[in-house]
T-cell receptor, first 111, second 110 residues
Framework: DAGITQSPRHKVTETGTPVTLRCHQT?????MYWYRQDPGHGLRLIHY???????DKGEVSDGYSVSRSKTEDFLLTLESATSSQTSVYFC??????????FGPGTRLTVT | SQQGEEDPQALSIQEGENATMNCSYK?????LQWYRQNSGRGLVHLIL?????REKHSGRLRVTLDTSKKSSSLLITASRAADTASYFC??????????FGAGTTVTVRA
């Protein structure tokens, strides 16, 4: 596996609580991405980063924010978790338009 | 919205047979990529084909790209039980974002 880790790997939280997921890479890749995967939808892009402090929205960004203060770390925050945000979250890294390398995923359940 | 759409949604084949799945997309692309996902795991990159390429091979994988029809196909030859997985196409536009389809679930029967 490429040097990507995600933490936590599993989390159960209650509606209305804030949640932060962490993605950490050791590959020094410029681009980092957060996706969510739901049955029947494949992967959908939430936010991505093209450099330290440079981020942009994906197609399903509502209710999520991100931060990237260091090359190696990309944080995804659910400001006030809702049941519709129950999903599996994947982080990925890449260099420009080349292939992306994915982390192992975080399974989040919002009750 | 999703750019790529795979067809079929599910495929069941006998070990040793070939598996073919297709991907259609809507807008112009920089490249198109295929990924595999085993149950409960992250996605693994299989092959990348650029918009100026028509065919690419990697081991038992063959990918074609027809930009005039906005479609791609992935062929897995001589399938094995270990090929059982979901396969996703992803299109890449010039802003480096991948847009994934919903995937094809392939089951290889022993």
């Amino acid at each position: 596996d490429a040097g990507i880790t995600q933490s936590p790997r599993h989390k159960v939280t209650e509606t209305g609580t804030p949640v932060t997921l962490r993605c950490h890479q050791t590959e020094n890749h410029r681009y980092m991405y957060w996706y969510r995967q739901d049955p029947g939808h494949g992967l959908r892009l939430i936010h991505y980063s093209y450099g330290v402090k440079d981020t942009d929205k994906g197609e399903v960004s509502d209710g999520y924010s991100v931060s990237r203060s260091k090359t190696e770390d990309f944080l995804l925050t659910l400001e006030s978790a809702t049941s519709s945000q129950t999903s599996v979250y994947f982080c990925a890294i890449s260099e420009e338009t080349s292939e992306q390398y994915f982390g192992p995923g975080t399974r989040l359940t919002v009750t | 919205s999703q750019q790529g759409e795979e067809d079929p949604q599910a495929l069941s084949i006998q070990e040793g047979e070939n598996a073919t799945m297709n991907c259609s997309y809507k807008t112009s692309i920089n490249n198109l990529q295929w990924y595999r996902q085993n149950s409960g795991r992250g996605l693994v990159h299989l092959i990348l084909i650029r918009s100026n390429e028509r065919e690419k091979h990697s081991g038992r994988l063959r990918v074609t790209l027809d930009t005039s029809k906005k479609s791609s196909s992935l062929l897995i030859t001589a399938s094995r039980a270990a090929d059982t997985a979901s396969y996703f196409c992803a299109t890449v536009s010039n802003d480096y974002k991948l847009s994934f389809g919903a995937g094809t679930t392939v089951t290889v029967r022993a």
